[in-house]
């Protein structure tokens, strides 16, 4: 009889075959002892006998801890038969599973602007809050996440940390300052003070070149840690989701925007282990990888939120981390709320599909960070991977709110108050899809979230179409036993609908402006807000 391991040993053979036009470390291996070593120094491949010879068979030169448990990547001298090798160590009966060091990249492309619009800089946010006039693309006013209303429910906490595995950032960018995760355990004297393996991590750990400078030398890391919490009201730049969070940096990704899922398993462990409650994740390899599913589940079962990109490929390819069930997974809208496909630095890319999706954030003509100046401001990024910190930076907002909320509730939350039917009525359906989740995330609807908590009626599931209103809207949900309201953006009621028998609401003769509408139950709870806008 097979056992679990067994076929474990298996699959990762068969998967590795399947994919073996995948790029991998061609010098290394990830394993995982079935039992932790009992060994009394510090040589981990030498305490079994037949280990020993095939490590020296292979040239096995040293090794490098993942989890501080059972989960190691082997080093070998010399580039080695990848797939010979990993039959050769499944047969020792030693271990969980031994799998191939694949590569994964970062999903996002650059772009910029020779000259400066027009407009202030918050103006190009058109993600945070969209009029219509953005003029990179196609825009419609209300494609945002209504970050303007959100923050008028939270900013952040301080106490929240956010970890950005990706090609570092730059420590020293003014739009970052006081907003640098330190690690207060540790000094700049060449020893580890925190016993964690890792010497003078002061701020976070480079893990591609294993040293202490994550510094960012590629600029994908600089631009997603600044949607998450640049500073914002200083005056300069722009401004992130989160004012007060702090930003762990972890060096995934070398200077071409390449990683290995050793660097990114490495990584996941240390944010947990070092305090951080959500973890941006805006890369993404197509193997299964059971060490990097480990990390995931380590991040997960220790309250730790991991949301990840689905990548650019305009397919239903799955790509790791995004594809594990204990992630959040995130695609791409442009500025008219349609996915984006293409983005715009290729013809042929777009946001990938699949059932694994979670929810669509704007990912296309992000502006943000430089990593090589403080003053320049006009670089622009498109990928699922600018997507992805909005989703996280709302997770540290409701963290923020209530930091007693799991990985569950931060992903039901957003789930539910994500805006459906958003994009082309073939792709965007009626509920779950695969190509926009459960919708676009609307940040003020999911901070809204407490106010409708108390009602037993929370869980009805309510949307609206369209939300720029022309003449009718149609709600979506049971709506026969509810009072719906129509209030202003002064909170004064305009318009109240009792014993409804249909679900269309008549709006013709209301004003052009901004207005919210709100589902009560019958007991007067609030179980729904939305904010609607009359176009004409």
């Known amino acids: ?203 976070g750990w480079d893990f591609v070149n294993n040293d202490n400078d994550p510094t960012d030398d590629y600029g994908h890391g600089t631009n997603i840690i600044g949607i998450i919490g640049a500073n914002a009201n200083n005056g300069i730049g722009y401004a992130g989701m989160d004012w007060n969070c702090k930003l762990m940096t972890c060096k995934v990704l070398d200077n071409n925007n390449y990683g290995q899922y050793s660097w990114m398993a490495s990584a996941i462990y240390y944010a947990v282990d070092k305090g951080a409650k959500v973890i941006n994740m805006s890369i993404g390899g197509s193997s299964f990888s059971s060490s990097l599913q480990d990390a995931v589940d380590y991040a997960y079962n220790n309250g730790v939120t991991i949301v990840a990109c689905m990548m650019n490929y305009n397919n239903n390819v799955i790509y ?39 929810v669509v954030a704007p990912g296309n003509y992000i502006y943000g960070l430089s990593h090589i100046s403080n003053t320049n401001y006009n670089t622009y990024w498109g990928g699922t991977s600018q997507a992805t910190p909005q989703v996280v930076a709302l997770c540290s907002l409701l963290l923020a709110q209530d930091n007693t909320r799991t990985p569950d509730d931060l992903r039901n939350i957003i789930q539910i108050t994500a805006e459906d039917q958003v994009g082309t009525p073939n792709e965007d359906t009626n509920g779950f899809d695969i190509f926009y989740g459960y919708g676009r995330i609307n940040a003020y609807d999911a901070l809204n979230y407490n106010s409708l908590a108390t009602s037993s009626s929370v869980n009805e599931k309510f949307s609206i179409f369209p939300s720029l209103v022309k003449n009718e809207i149609t709600i979506i949900g049971n709506v026969s036993d509810k009072i719906l309201t129509i209030n202003n953006t002064l909170g004064q009621n305009i318009l109240t609908f009792k014993e409804m028998n249909s679900n269309t609401l008549n709006l013709k003769n209301l004003k052009r402006g901004i207005y919210f509408l709100t589902v009560l139950d019958n007991l007067n709870r609030k179980i729904f807000i939305k904010k609607i806008i009359k176009i004409q």
């Open 1 to 203: 009889m097979i056992n679990k391991s067994q076929l474990l040993i298996i699959f990762t053979i068969f998967s590795f075959s399947i994919f073996s036009q995948e790029k991998y470390a061609l010098n290394e291996l990830i394993i995982k002892f079935k039992t932790k070593p009992q060994i009394s120094s510090d040589n981990v491949y030498e305490f079994n006998s037949v280990l020993q010879k095939l490590n020296s068979d292979l040239s096995l030169q040293n090794y490098q801890v993942i989890d501080n448990n059972k989960t190691f990547v082997f080093h070998f001298k010399n580039n080695i038969n990848i797939q010979n090798a990993i039959k050769k160590y499944a047969n020792t009966n030693l271990f969980e599973y031994v799998e191939p060091n694949f590569t994964c990249f970062g999903a996002g492309k650059k772009g910029t602007l020779s000259t400066f619009p027009s407009e202030a800089y918050f103006n190009r946010q058109w993600y945070l809050y969209n009029d219509g006039s953005f003029n990179l693309s196609p825009s419609i006013a209300d494609a945002d996440i209504d970050m303007e209303l959100a923050w008028d429910i939270e900013q952040g906490d301080s106490n929240i940390i956010v970890a950005v595995l990706d090609t570092g950032t730059k420590l020293d960018h003014p739009e970052l300052v006081n907003r640098i995760w330190t690690n207060t355990f540790e000094q700049n004297n060449g020893l580890d003070d925190d016993n964690n393996g890792y010497i003078d991590d002061v701020y």
């Open 320 to 358: 790791y981390p995004a594809g594990f069930q204990n992630t959040i997974a995130v695609g791409s809208t442009d500025s008219n709320d349609q996915r984006t496909h293409p983005f715009f630095w290729s013809a042929t890319s777009g946001s990938n599909y699949g059932n694994h999706i979670d």
